[in-house]
């Protein structure tokens, strides 16, 4: 009977602090962490990134062609994944990039932003390229980290065009 219970207050104990925190995971702690994430990736701020982002996160856009846009995209890990944005950034010019979101809601764990996407591109032979499409990111929280980095945008229906380059001279900071 004491083993039983000892055992009992253990497993009570394990469960306590190794399950994953329903305090973390509310639904107010995931749109918070998942808005912080976004304006994060907005803005390129990669430490801030590394701060959200869990050891074991996915980062995928399966829909990001191989021209011009170098995709599809998919890293699995937080290193790979800074890595890999931060290649974006530096290869592919990029400038600045906002997305407004026509409809944002929760679902569970997923935070799931449908809306629009506004980048620019420094493209040598070209100038400033001004990118616009619709798009949808879903963010899985787990364990007060985000974990999973979906992107799905409408690349066929994008509009791109030549601005006059009054962009600043220096991409997103790395």
Known sequence: MIARASLLVAASIFLLFAGPSSAQDDPASVERIARAYLAAYE??????LAELAAEDIEFRDDSAPADPAGGPYHFVGREAWLAGLQG??????????????????????????????????RAPS??????????VTVLTVREGRVWRHIDIADYSGAQTEVVRDESPDRPLPL
């Open 43 to 48: 803005s390129a701020d990669v430490p801030r």
């Open 88 to 121: 974006f950034i530096a290869d592919g010019g990029l400038i600045d990039m906002h997305q407004s979101h026509d409809l944002a809601y929760q679902s569970g764990s997923q935070m799931v932003f449908v809306g629009r996407v506004d980048a620019r591109y």
């Open 126 to 135: 070209q100038g400033v390229l001004h990118f616009k499409t619709r798009i």
